[in-house]
């Protein structure tokens, strides 16, 4: 039996203003790169391991990514959504179908449902009854006819270190598909609820904290539901609340054996009790100011504080380059501190210059300028490198809770330049949206433990990383294109009421919630 695999991967944040409107953003896998390239540890990794047996060929297709950033065009779409689709008509007879989605992504309309547009171009070219499966991120806009048509095994952790384990329950509902054993059903249930990120945390690195989150109490109660006899799946999905899309909201998604009523049943139980108690999605953390949180880390007697930069988030299309934190830093006094930076002039006037060489640069502020405008600094540069480093993790994207010698990876991220302000403040400038992991500090001479303020532009991704060797952790309401105020963005798309931009409004599980 011969099981198609394609790929298509973009966290869509529409209000960037890095849009995605030619090719020239898009990086093709064709072929055997498609699977040599992957991670073991990854969605594709898993599910090409599940999938071995000897009566199984995989045929790679093409995977198309893009980086992070804003919507993508129209046109462009729909270039990749042929380039898709032609590789899997090229591909011969087939027996089944993997799709490795993110499933946040947006095009322009009328694509604004980018994967289930894909998906159905896929359905019309191979037909009704062949067997599809597709891995997807916690943060996936999932619309109602992608659940019928493809039996999705999403992320159920934020951060996102279950890939490899999802792609493994992929491969195992396809093949069990192949053999007649499984008749899969899903069921979407829509809960009108947008973010806040920080709130949608499943884990924590300290067992007490991690007890008190809603969804991983949550997700407790959604494993032992897995365990009923007829379901194979059930996922509590984030949404993206930074992807202006009629689908953006958290959903509960539910896979079963043949059995509809089921499937609404357990989704419903869930959907209903994270409605009932989603004040505790705002409670999970406070946030501070840019001010009072750095004011708050230097007053802390311990080491290293975190500051967490949410409003520049590189992981949501922010071009990374705030210099809103440092400027903070160096007016207030601080000391001993490490953060990043993306910006490419600094690094080619850095490395002109050399190790030791004292400079007045305008650093920061130059992609985005709505919320933030270069700051003038004087600084001496420290080092210089290529960027090549060892990511040890655990990290985000599916590598695991533990340092494994199997998740390790390289990582390239380009020219990097490290310079000093104030007192012992040290900047990582990078030509690339960069940071979520520790290894990318101490791969740069950072050494983590020294320092008493840590700053990553981030919002989940880096704790993973970070969190088990920080002393505590502080959030900051930072301006930005991933503000923790949604109210505040212009969304065009969106259904509402939904809450919390809606405060006030009533819901309750009904048929037009699984309708949506």
């Not at 994967?115 to 009704?128: H, I």
């Not at 009108?192 to 067992?207: E, Y």
Request: glycine share 10%.
């Amino acid at each position: 039996m011969r099981i198609g695999i394609v790929g298509l991967w973009h966290e869509t944040n529409t209000f960037a203003v890095e849009r995605n409107d030619t090719m020239h953003s898009v990086r093709l896998q064709r072929d055997t790169e498609l699977l040599t390239s992957a991670h073991r540890k990854s969605f594709i990794g898993g599910f090409v391991e599940g999938a071995q047996r000897s009566d199984i060929e995989l045929v790679p297709g093409v995977g198309i990514s893009f980086a992070h950033g804003g919507i993508i065009g129209d046109q462009v779409f729909e270039a990749c959504r042929s380039k898709i689709v032609n590789a899997l008509a090229g591909m011969g007879d087939l027996d089944g179908v993997y799709f490795a989605l993110h499933g946040a992504m947006v095009a322009e309309a009328p694509y604004t449902d980018a994967e289930g547009e894909l998906l159905r171009a896929a359905r019309q070219q191979l037909g009704d009854a062949l067997p599809m499966v597709a891995t997807y991120d916690f943060h996936a806009i999932m619309s109602r006819w992608e659940n019928e048509h493809v039996v999705p095994f999403p992320n159920d952790t934020n951060p996102h270190i279950d890939g490899y384990e999802r792609g493994l329950a992929a491969a195992a509902c396809l093949l069990q598909m192949l053999d007649g054993k499984l008749h899969p059903v899903t069921r979407r249930l829509f809960v009108p609820i947008i973010g806040p990120n920080i709130g949608q945390s499943t884990w924590s690195h300290v067992p007490e904290q991690e007890k008190n989150l809603l969804l991983y109490q949550l997700n407790e109660r959604r494993a032992e539901l897995e365990k009923t006899p007829g379901i194979i799946n059930i996922t509590i999905l984030g949404g993206y609340g930074y992807g202006d899309s009629p689908d953006t909201g958290m959903s509960i998604v539910a896979t079963t054996d043949a059995d509809e009523n089921l499937a609404r049943s357990v989704c419903a139980e869930l959907g209903q009790d994270l409605w009932n108690r989603r004040e505790q999605l705002l409670a999970v953390r406070p946030f501070y100011s840019v001010d009072d949180g750095v004011q708050e880390a230097m007053a802390r007697d311990e080491k290293p504080v975190m500051l967490v930069d949410l409003g520049d988030d590189p992981g949501s299309a922010c071009p990374a380059d705030s210099p809103t934190v440092l400027e903070a830093l160096i007016r207030l006094g601080a000391k001993d501190c490490a953060l990043t930076i993306r910006d490419a002039e600094t690094v080619a006037a850095g490395m002109a210059a050399g190790v030791g060489a004292t400079l007045t640069l305008k650093v920061g502020g130059k992609i985005d300028q709505r919320f933030y405008e270069p700051l003038e600094v004087i600084g001496t540069v420290r080092g210089i490198d290529n960027g090549n480093y060892m990511i040890l993790g655990p990290t985000h994207g599916g590598w695991g809770r533990t340092v494994d010698e199997a998740a390790f990876r390289e990582a390239n991220v380009g020219p990097r330049v490290v310079m000093r302000f104030g007192d012992k403040i040290d900047v990582i400038f990078s030509e690339q949206r960069t940071g979520k992991d520790r290894d990318f500090f101490k791969s740069a001479g950072i050494i983590l433990e020294e320092k008493q303020i840590l700053v990553v532009k981030s919002n989940q991704a880096h704790r993973a990383s970070f969190d088990p060797i920080v002393a505590s952790t502080i959030e900051l309401a930072s301006p930005g294109v991933s503000t923790v105020d949604y109210a505040s963005l212009p969304y065009e798309h969106l259904q509402r009421p939904i809450w919390p931009i809606d405060p006030n409004m009533t819901w309750s599980v009904d048929d037009e919630a699984f309708a949506r």
